[in-house]
């Protein structure tokens, strides 16, 4: 029991620390197999979360997680929070062996989320007038004269496609395949499995984090980073507290460790009646 006690203070400190960076940012849970945890937020938190900004998910029971990304709404498949990994589907492919995207996904410089090598680039050309007839269409796309066209980026044909197609959108894809899907018309198959992002943190962000805290959006615009602890101080005190409980604890320890290491028990030896 003795033994016991001087682990007691280093015990109590190692436990404070686990629950000092666990209750800052709970994790939201959608009921739909997405767990929300940081740096993302569900997005009725408002201004009572910590997350990166853009980050905000939304979810229910009934509807997919979506996040909203270049103008428009993609579900979230999955989020992998130990390789920083977002997998992301197409709306549109939903309900359709035949999808059309109307849209390209771009990501801004800026942006906290980039491509990950696993993915394919396909490029789409809708409804074009005149296409070179060596090539096959996406037949299910047909309209009247017009023709589309899907190839995997840097394997397109030469031609003048911006005369005579009416758009052009470039989408990523996680097919591994790509080009023996995209041979059989497949085009549905291509886009199921969606894409897959990577996410990182600026600067900034860095150093809140490494000073125990956690970053969260603090403008009513989504924009400005605001630093918090578990009591809401900024990151200036947050380093201090989360710093003073890291050295706390490793005196601790040592201070213990050595104590147990001294200590010699003396047993009163027991008369003989």
């Not at 996904?105 to 906290?112: A, C, R």
């Not at 023709?147 to 894809?173: L, N, Q």
């Not at 490494?210 to 403008?219: D, E, I």
Request: aromatic content about 14%.
């Amino acid at each position: 029991m003795a033994s016991m006690a001087h682990y007691l203070p280093s015990l109590f400190f190692i436990n404070l620390l686990f629950t000092y960076i666990n209750a800052t940012c709970p994790p939201f849970d959608c009921g739909n197999g997405v767990t929300i945890g940081y740096p993302f937020w569900h997005q009725s938190q408002m201004f009572q979360h910590c997350g990166y900004p853009g980050f905000n998910l939304s979810c229910n029971n009934k509807n997919p997680t979506t996040l909203y990304l270049s103008n428009t709404f993609y579900s979230v498949k999955a989020i992998n929070y130990s390789d920083h990994t977002l997998t992301l589907n197409y709306l549109e492919v939903k309900d359709t062996n035949c999808p059309r995207i109307p849209h390209d996904v771009n990501l801004s410089t800026s942006s906290l989320l980039n491509y990950t090598l696993g993915n394919t680039m396909l490029r789409f050309f809708y409804n074009c007038t005149l296409y070179p007839p060596s090539h096959p269409p996406i037949t299910c796309l047909d309209y009247g004269a017009k023709r589309s066209f899907v190839f995997m980026v840097g394997a397109e044909p030469e031609f003048d496609w911006h005369a005579y197609c009416e758009s052009i959108i470039t989408v990523p894809v996680i097919a591994k395949e790509a080009d023996g899907v995209l041979a059989r018309g497949l085009i549905g198959e291509a886009l199921r499995d969606g894409f897959k992002l990577t996410w990182k943190s600026d600067g900034a962000c860095e150093s809140c984090e490494a000073s125990g805290g956690f970053c969260r959006v603090s403008s009513r615009q989504h924009q400005n980073f605001s630093c918090i602890c578990n009591d809401g101080q900024d990151s200036i005190k947050c380093a201090v507290i989360f710093g003073s409980l890291i050295v706390a604890a490793t005196l601790f320890y040592f201070i213990n460790k050595k104590k147990v290491a001294v200590y010699k028990p003396v047993f009163d030896r027991i008369p003989s009646s």
